[in-house]
């Protein structure tokens, strides 16, 4: 036996993915690759990849993965809810960039003695956010998991090349909108921590089971995105997966500026207000740090106010708040009545 | 609290998926899809999914993933080697269906505890292969996992909608060829197991030691995969991810036909050759039963034996053997000199 050529553990660096974090990593990766070829008008670090074909059309390009004790208790989410949100997630990243979905990759990784009605249960909840969204499952691979059930899914669409929603395009000045309401998903599983809900049950209170089903069934905005691209008046736009306030950090510092948030401007979900003040917590730093919404942040410049008003009337109903703007200096400042808060982090997934 | 709407489990089912299998599942998927748009030219069940795009060009995508202790043991490879092989799996799909690969998606789940310097290992092989491989890293997704490292991997690329090479082309009287040769890779497993090596250990046998680098570092037929569908030589191809006697199989099942194989023709290589029969194992059942071979299968009607010659001719040293012919009765024959062997089972994932 010899020693072969191949690198063996480096034994200066233990430092833990938990120690830096998911943000540190993928930049660590982002510095690691070579130079893209121009044809790649977004790459890492984005909602979505964007690769730019012929006649200024364009590719969009996401994955993103549901993992059982991680972003999934079974204790508070049938596997139809977790089927519909695999998807769901993933849509929500397309509508950040403008995208309408087009195709799904289902990715499963099962747990031998996994019944094969709950692959169907899945199935169920996946086929039934496809149907929302108009997207076809077109392929996928299944393998066998030692440890928890997996659901990565990749999500492909298309878009206009110089339609296309980057988190890097805002500029000072822009008006910063969100849309529909924050806080609904975090107090939700709140409830369901604190009941010990087995997968279909309900609160009571409208409020707060709006809040529970914000959490196992999120309502990707696609055809906001959509709009927001086709008309041209987003500059920059991010969807919640990680809360408002990582939101709000990332679009300013994708796009080299700082933000002002009006925190008497940010539309709490009722149902969240009422949860975390009944529990002693200020629904305001709790709602903008909770993950799991899938509203979308967008920035929109002063010269297309007129696209704003159209984007407005044809929202059917979704709330589209202006909670704040872009500004030159790099801080990020949430204020109320002129004072400046803390900004809370936002969620991270180590 | 009200009971809600929603499916509970089936408690008149309780089959697992270990019981049903890989492909029944993939099978029951299929039959719950509706009906795809006529854009899809190849949905679920082959190695990738095309969808027709403009001017005839169409995109293929494929997503696959490495679980550790299912499909790699940190004993018998790098971590390198197990980036390198994430991607070149995928490689080797989009080469089945003679496509060049583009762009991939790298979903990575990584332990909290995971040494950050273990994921520059991993990136390390990956872009090894994507430099090889002409490839991409456009984007991915990072999430925690409270199990085993997991590094899934979605490809895409393009081909001329008429040029596909698809399982299911096949027609009855085509010649089948297989690349390069097969049982390498399940040898050099076999090796890595009775020694116990520790990821950077290889054989001074050099037949062996070849067996050994193709479990960690396979080789996918990105060029012959093009070759044989710009050139229109392969009817029907699939690569040999699941073995040899399972590409027959899905083949002929795909292709409406059956096949009869001449066991002596059958490209075993020199080291699987040499590791089975010291093991007192029959090296032919062995090799044509083990996965892990990125080896291409391939069907050539007798119209296209020109082509092929010029295949040959371009192959630049990768012998390309023909080992049998597709048959107009289903039967799946394995022969020796005109006496019928048993033909063995593929490698399943459950």
Known sequence: MKRGPLTTPDSRSETTVAAIGERALIERIRRR???????????????AAVDEGERGMSSVLSVDALVEGVHFDR??????DVGYKALAVNVSDLAAMGSAPRLALLSLLLPPQLPVSDVDHLLDGLLTMAAESGVTLAGG?????PGPLVIDVTVTGTVKARRVLT?????????????GSIGAAVAGLGWLREHGATGCETPDDTALAECVLRHRRPAP??????LLGRTGTGSACMDLSDGLADAVQQVAAASGTGARIEANAIPIHPGASKWFSEHGADPLPASLSGGDDYELLF??????????RLVQRQARGLALTRIGELTADRAIRLERDGVQLPMPEGFTHF
């Open 299 to 308: 920035a929109v410049a002063h010269r297309r106010r007129g696209g704003m």
């Open 167 to 179: 988190r890097a395009d805002g500029k000072p000045g822009d008006q910063l909108y969100v849309s």
């Open 33 to 47: 690759l070579p130079s893209a070829p121009s044809s790649l008008i977004v790459g890492i670090g984005d909602d």
């Open 75 to 80: 204790r508070f989410s049938t596997l139809a």
């Open 141 to 145: 691979n299944i393998s066998k998991s």
């Open 221 to 226: 905005r696609a055809r906001l995105g959509r």
